[in-house]
């Protein structure tokens, strides 16, 4: 069993930053792809950003390429993800991941299979 905790959500107006936490405890042994993905009121889950293998690879979403930075202390198991020129539309519950992948093009899919709790982002124009 893995524990995700996530932290450092909150409001923000357009164009502002926030930088998401999160730590990674218990079995967390072959956990080689951790992410975020993000849940928008009214819409599905989808993934914004994954690491593979302590940084060899680094995967986003279309819509956050260029704005969001995802990077990971192995020192202090976390993973955190650095949200820039942030948009209404980036406004939701995002959830720190943390999965077993055989290869680098599954983690790229951004797809997980469990999450932490969340933590709320809001945007506003």
Known sequence: QVGLVESGGGSVQAGGSLNLSCKVSGNSRGRNCLGWSRQAPGKEREG?????????????????????????????NTVTLQMNSLKPEDTGMYYCAADYKREATMCSALRFGSWGQGTLVTVSS
């Open 48 to 76: 914004v950003a994954a690491i593979y293998t302590s940084g060899a690879e680094l995967y986003y979403a279309d819509s956050v390429k260029g704005r969001f930075t995802i990077s990971q202390d192995v020192a202090k």
